[in-house]
């Protein structure tokens, strides 16, 4: 990933304005978000990522906010704007599910939020169904397995994730490290329900699934129901090793 940082002040080109304050730009809120910057000790921005927006491109994009490359006293961090529309007032309850997911070491590192701004750890990775696509066969069994790991230990403190039934854009696969990310709509409020929502997102009626199937022998489809269902009827340490051993894994 090539990193070309600006100063923050590019914000304030019309351009750019857009990436502060997605989708509705007010000037008035462009000079509100850039004083909480300055207060964050943000310095730079650098639009480089996987997902393209006009000309620029950034880490990612979601319905509560976008995320840039920036830095942060020197280091480079994972920046998360919150959109103009996004249907929660601030950033502070998403900071705190990042935390308990950090607790358990699972997720990028937080390091600090304001009201419309989460700083991260910038994890650098590709999406799984994209390094999947280019993996080996023998790569992805310990990947897929530490995934359904971090599933297990989610599912063990109550935080559901929300969203792993689209699993190829919840996980970041890096040389030295992957993890779940992205935990804006997830909650301690439901019943957790991680390690089953990702075995069928990884294995069964995903893109994701198609790929892993195309490189690695996977149990019928049956079957895999069949070890979903006991590991949500116990909820146990054991029932999740039948799980992973059953998936051949």
């Given at each position: 990933?090539?990193?070309?940082?600006?100063?923050?002040?590019?914000?304030?080109?019309?351009?750019?304005?857009?990436?502060?304050?997605?989708?509705?730009?007010?000037?008035?809120?462009?000079?509100?978000?850039?004083?909480?910057?300055?207060?964050?000790?943000?310095?730079?921005?650098?639009?480089?990522?996987?997902?393209?927006?006009?000309?620029?491109?950034?880490?990612?994009?979601?319905?509560?906010?976008?995320?840039?490359?920036?830095?942060?006293?020197?280091?480079?961090?994972?920046?998360?704007?919150?959109?103009?529309?996004?249907?929660?007032?601030?950033?502070?309850?998403?900071?705190?599910?990042?935390?308990?997911?950090?607790?358990?070491?699972?997720?990028?590192?937080?390091?600090?939020?304001?009201?419309?701004?989460?700083?991260?750890?910038?994890?650098?990775?590709?999406?799984?169904?994209?390094?999947?696509?280019?993996?080996?066969?023998?790569?992805?069994?310990?990947?897929?397995?530490?995934?359904?790991?971090?599933?297990?230990?989610?599912?063990?403190?109550?935080?559901?994730?929300?969203?792993?039934?689209?699993?190829?854009?919840?996980?970041?696969?890096?040389?030295?490290?992957?993890?779940?990310?992205?935990?804006?709509?997830?909650?301690?409020?439901?019943?957790?329900?991680?390690?089953?929502?990702?075995?069928?997102?990884?294995?069964?009626?995903?893109?994701?699934?198609?790929?892993i199937r195309k490189k690695i022998?996977?149990?019928?489809?049956?079957?895999?129901?069949?070890?979903?269902?006991?590991?949500?009827?116990?909820?146990?340490?054991?029932?999740?090793?039948?799980?992973?051993?059953?998936?051949?894994?």
């Open positions: 990933m090539t990193d070309h940082f600006q100063p923050i002040s590019i914000f304030k080109k019309d351009y750019y304005k857009k990436f502060l304050a997605f989708p509705t730009v007010k000037e008035s809120e462009i000079e509100k978000r850039m004083v909480e910057l300055r207060k964050l000790g943000v310095t730079h921005i650098s639009f480089t990522g996987p997902l393209q927006i006009d000309k620029c491109n950034i880490l990612g994009k979601g319905y509560v906010g976008m995320v840039v490359l920036a830095k942060k006293s020197g280091k480079i961090v994972a920046l998360k704007i919150r959109r103009t529309d996004s249907p929660r007032k601030n950033m502070s309850d998403e900071a705190k599910l990042l935390k308990i997911a950090n607790e358990i070491n699972i997720g990028p590192r937080f390091i600090k939020n304001s009201k419309n701004f989460l700083i991260m750890e910038f994890i650098d990775g590709e999406k799984i169904i994209d390094w999947a696509k280019k993996s080996k066969s023998k790569q992805l069994c310990p990947v897929i397995t530490n995934v359904l790991r971090e599933c297990y230990l989610l599912d063990n403190v109550g935080l559901d994730h929300g969203e792993l039934s689209t699993i190829d854009k919840h996980v970041i696969v890096g040389k030295n490290r992957n993890t779940i990310i992205d935990f804006e709509s997830s909650s301690t409020k439901r019943v957790s329900s991680n390690v089953s929502a990702a075995t069928q997102a990884i294995f069964i009626g995903t893109g994701l699934a198609k790929t022998q996977v149990p019928r489809r049956d079957k895999i129901i069949r070890l979903v269902r006991n590991y949500k009827k116990l909820r146990t340490e054991k029932s999740f090793d039948d799980l992973v051993q059953g998936l051949k894994l």
